[in-house]
């Protein structure tokens, strides 16, 4: 996902930046299948590792669930709160300052441990494309983060067009890939019946599938991004529902279909522990042309990612900064080209540091960490918003059906992945728990005192009931 | 209600803010994984005979981990190294107390200041 500061802003009013609404449903569709889409590349298999094949697949669709829960969730609080920064604005609004700049960290580590993943991925899939001895993925990881976050710094003019013919090139890739290899018939191309046998399918029983919740995550882990560009869609009421569930549908299609190739070419337990199992799917169909494009394509979706990460994660840290919930310092706006530069550049080491001490699924698990952090936040979040304004009380752009029932699927959904990461990562989720906690301490009774109070309520809204 | 009007932050303070954050980060995010504390909990169930059939693969399975250019010695390591799920109460009660603490510390707290915000825009009004 990318949201590209200077086309959108041709005002600047001392550090605030006002953004054009030039966005329809397709933009935030590509907005939100962007930043998603490399979680096809690599990320989701590791749900196999944990679970076995048939587990990946259980959570591909149970996570799914969970996925619409937020997207329908969503949907109707950013189409009524339609403000820049998504899910921080929607916290300043409904629950409070504390709960605002907690929301704003989920954001910013779950993207920049996601672009730290997608730089990680890049990396290793050049070096061993190169098969050169001695060859690391340093110097290409260190390349691709200063890289993105300079363009980024410079402001990229058509980063969202860019990124939407990236992600469709990507995503065209894995069609190629599904109708090549004759979906139709097994025996040929595809042993689904050899490789997933009633012996193999859940190697760890069901224990495994909820554990597999954990990388489950990462087939759709970002797609709620798309509310980021509330301010700048035309239609927020009708273009917000239509692109994200559209995105939501688009994604379910692609790792269903990823799935079935990748679990029908190679054993779950390499399925489990490959950076690339596309890449490797295209590898062992014996077509190099296949190979080839799925190799470019894997670059192409962890660029996309990493892009829009950077982008993202910059305007919640510029966001803080703006609100005084972080100094003010980083709240400025580069004189010439309009972007949230000292952000940027504040986030570049922490993202360089990251890519060369954690792995790929340590970085992974903390972007989920933070990824389900925020989820939790929103069942309990929309439950707030409907008591605090019931329906009626004011204009909202869209209602989603079915109330309460999503926000308790998603919560009830969030407490079983906390469970799965407990197993087998639980030292990484306590030791990330207890630096969000140590620094809501620290804003609660330390830094809360620079914060402008009034200023936090935007919204042309009553007076929120009980209050 | 007054407005409240926050202090001034000097350069220093900043600085000093920044620093903090910083910290934070890595002492939470990095130090677990420099001391080991992070990724997988996995361990290598080791066999003594290293076949693809001791290490459960049919022909299909072997022919393609083949492809891939492993032999069962190499690949024996990839497939015999599993999770083992073992509930440990201790940790999983630690975990839901910093989970559930964390969460009701945050709505509460943030609750307390949200009432700041309300009664000084409402009734500016």
Not at chain 1, 14 to 33: E, I, K, Q, T, Y
Not at chain 1, 131 to 147: D, R
Not at chain 1, 437 to 461: A, E, N
Not at chain 2, 25 to 32: C, K, M, R, S
Request: charged fraction near 10%; aromatic fraction near 14%.
């Amino acid at each position: 996902m990318t949201i590209a500061l200077e086309p959108a802003a041709p005002a600047v009013q001392g550090d605030r930046v006002s953004l054009l609404r030039v966005l329809g449903p397709a933009h935030v569709w590509a907005l939100g299948v962007g930043i998603v889409l490399v979680g096809e590349f690599t990320g989701w298999n590791f749900s196999a590792d944990k679970g076995g094949a048939l587990a990946a697949l259980i959570v591909c669709w149970v996570v799914g669930l969970l996925y619409t829960s937020v997207a329908m969730i969503d949907s109707e609080v950013t189409s009524t709160v339609a403000a820049a920064g998504g899910q921080y604005a929607q916290a300043k609004h409904i629950v409070g300052p504390l709960m605002a700049f907690n929301v704003a960290l989920f954001l910013v580590f779950a993207y920049t441990m996601l672009e730290v993943s997608d730089a990680i991925l890049l990396g290793d899939t050049i070096v061993a494309k190169a098969g050169v001895e001695g060859l690391t993925h340093n110097s290409f990881i260190a390349a691709t983060i200063v890289v993105l976050a300079w363009l980024n710094y410079r402001g990229v003019l058509m980063t969202l067009n860019v990124n939407f013919v990236i992600t469709a090139i990507a995503y065209i890739s894995i069609v190629i890939l599904f109708f090549s290899v004759s979906p139709w018939t097994q025996g040929a191309v595809l042993k689904l019946n050899e490789l997933v046998t009633p012996g193999n399918a859940l190697p760890y029983g069901w224990i495994g599938v909820i554990a597999a919740f954990q990388f489950g995550i990462w087939y759709y882990l970002g797609i709620e991004g798309t509310t980021q560009a509330a301010e700048e869609v035309r239609s927020p009421a009708r273009s917000l529902p239509y692109g994200t569930m559209a995105g939501m549908i688009t994604l379910l299609i692609a790792a269903a279909m990823t799935w079935y190739v990748c679990a029908s070419l190679m054993p779950w337990e390499y399925l489990g522990i490959t950076y690339y199992p596309l890449w490797d799917a295209g590898k062992l169909t014996g077509s190099a042309l296949l190979e080839n494009l799925l190799f470019v394509a894997t670059l192409l979706a962890a660029l996309a990612s990493a892009n829009g990460c950077i982008n993202d994660a910059a305007r919640a840290w510029f966001s803080l900064g703006r609100d005084r919930y972080l100094p003010t310092w980083f709240s400025a706006v580069h004189p010439k080209y309009r972007t949230p530069y000292r952000s940027i550049l504040f986030l570049l080491p922490i993202a360089l540091a990251f890519a060369f001490i954690a792995d790929l699924n340590q970085a992974i698990t903390f972007s989920i960490l933070s990824g389900v952090l925020q989820y939790t936040f929103m069942s309990i979040n929309i439950i707030m918003f409907r008591k605090k304004w019931p329906l009626g009380s004011i204009r909202r752009g869209y209602t989603h059906p079915f109330h309460p029932i999503p926000a308790m699927v998603l919560f009830c959904l969030c407490v079983v992945t906390f469970f799965a990461i407990f197993l087998g990562f639980g030292s990484q989720l306590i030791a990330m728990v207890a630096f969000y906690f140590l620094i809501s301490l620290w804003f609660h009774f330390y830094r809360y005192k620079f914060v402008r109070r009034g200023d936090q309520f935007t919204m042309p809204w009553p007076k929120p009931q009980g209050y | 209600m007054s407005r409240y009007t926050p202090p001034e932050q000097s350069k220093a303070g900043q600085v000093f803010d920044i620093a903090v954050v910083v910290v934070a980060i890595f002492v939470a995010l990095w130090l677990p994984l420099k001391l080991g504390l992070a990724g997988a909990a996995k361990s290598i169930d080791a066999l003594d005979a290293k076949t693809w059939e001791a290490l459960g693969q049919n022909p299909t399975m072997a022919s393609i981990w083949e492809k891939l250019g492993y032999t069962p010695e190499t690949a024996h390591d990839i497939i015999q190294n599993r999770f083992h799920y073992v509930i440990d109460w201790p940790t999983l009660i630690i975990m839901a107390a910093v989970l559930i603490g964390y969460f009701v510390f945050l709505f509460r707290a943030s609750d307390r200041e949200y009432r700041d915000v309300i009664n000084e825009k409402f009734d500016d009004k």
